[in-house]
């Protein structure tokens, strides 16, 4: 339920009907007062409510750009933080690099013809599953 459901009930018949009737015989009706301040302070309610999550938002970003400041500031007066960062050119000197055609060249690669027929197997899933198994039995060793 929301603020205006439960703060705004229901007008009782009478109300209701001579709403209706003062409606249809003049041009412009008066709203019971009643009504006038219930919706108002539905209106003030999320009104505040907008503000004061606006000010936590505010808040929030604000300290992240304190932190942000933060780090950049401290960051040049960490030692032997650059010793653990590679440049391009070592990087490059270490390692030769592998063609594509070579990576795939290496592992075999089936048909479609017997992708398809592999998958038609009655013990596929069984199979599958026993793989994914044993794979993860694996990495957790």
């Known amino acids: 339920m929301t603020d205006i459901d439960i703060n705004l009930e229901y007008l009782s ?8 009737m003062d409606t249809e015989n003049e041009t412009q009706v008066q709203a019971p007062s009643y ?17 004061l999550s606006f000010r936590l938002y505010c808040a929030r970003v604000g300290f992240a750009v304190a932190v942000a400041i933060l780090f950049v500031c401290i960051v ?3 030692p032997n ?22 990576v795939l060249a290496s592992r075999p690669i089936k048909t479609r013809e017997e992708v398809l027929k592999e998958m038609n197997d009655p013990d596929y899933l069984e199979k599958t599953e026993e793989s994914i198994r044993s794979y993860i039995d694996d990495l957790l060793k």
């Open 35 to 51: 009504i006038d301040r219930k919706v108002l302070s539905v209106i003030e309610t999320g009104e505040r409510r907008k503000i």
């Open 13 to 20: 018949d009478e109300d209701l009907e001579k709403l209706i």
């Open 76 to 78: 040049p007066f960490v």
């Open 81 to 102: 933080l650059k010793a653990n960062i590679l440049s391009n050119e070592n990087v490059v000197a270490e390692e030769p690099l592998v063609s594509k055609e070579d």
